[in-house]
């Protein structure tokens, strides 16, 4: 018997999985086609744990926020339940959103790319605390997004087809953390068989941008390892980030006051309680 050797495994799976989103992503004859936003979803459900929901849709907040419309929305079904309308359009609990993402088949300007982008950012500005009352259905702890990256909805970009150079997406996101706060920039933009860009921090590449210290940018030498790196990176960080149930009370503010008729008994203050009078 041969030894068993982790690095092996882990390469015949990122060969798998990339086959297995290749042949998805062609049309086959005879078949209604197929976008290319639900292809990646259908993809992500099948590699993902099974508690993890994969659809699209629109996240939310306790006060009222929406996000823009979100090509992938992962949430933990455990957690929330999402809500759909008339029309099949699907909401959900910020609380509950671990990862949303754009879907591009191609992506070769800038204005698409910050289009993108400010789909992503949409939904990570969200207040998944709900003012301070979501808490952490693991842990019981205060859900912070804005200082703890655990708290914070995991975003990414993913191109099937044509992309910017690798280079040209590195120094976008360097204007952009420039110019917007480290809870709202997107954790990995990747473009399939071309690269994966994310962050640097001190233990080496990693998503987690509130300890970036620099955008690392891995080019796709070898095209299995590269689609394994996401999927690792896209993994972990459903497993991570800190869910909430829905704190109800902050959603039902609105509803809090009743429009009612009260009958009372007007001969005592207060009034007596129901069960003392006397039939």
Known sequence: MNDFSLEAMLKASGKRMREDLTGRLVPHPGELGTDREEVIRQFLRAYLPKRFDVSSGFAFDSAGKVSKQL??????????????????????????????????????????????????????????????????DASGEEIDPAR????????????????????????????????????????????????????????????????????ALQSASDKDDILMKFYQLLGRAVEVTRVSTLPHWEYLTRVRQWDTETWYSSTDSPPPYLHTLQI
């Open 71 to 136: 090509d992938i929305v992962i949430s933990n079904s455990l957690i929330c339940p999402r809500f759909e309308t008339v029309g099949g359009k699907r909401f959900f609990p910020c609380e509950s959103v671990v990862a949303v993402g754009q879907v591009k088949s191609s992506l070769t300007t800038s204005a698409e790319f910050q289009r993108a982008l400010a789909n992503l950012e949409s939904a990570k500005s969200l207040d998944r605390s709900a003012k301070g009352t979501a808490i952490d």
């Open 148 to 215: 703890n990256h655990l708290d914070q909805i995991f975003t990414f970009v993913f191109v099937t087809g044509k992309a910017l150079a690798g280079r040209t997406v590195v120094e976008e996101l360097i204007d952009l953390v420039h110019r917007k706060p480290p809870h709202v920039w997107p954790n990995v933009i990747f473009a399939m068989d071309k690269y994966l860009v994310t962050f640097c921090c001190d233990g080496g590449v990693c998503p987690n941008p509130m300890d970036a210290r620099g955008i």
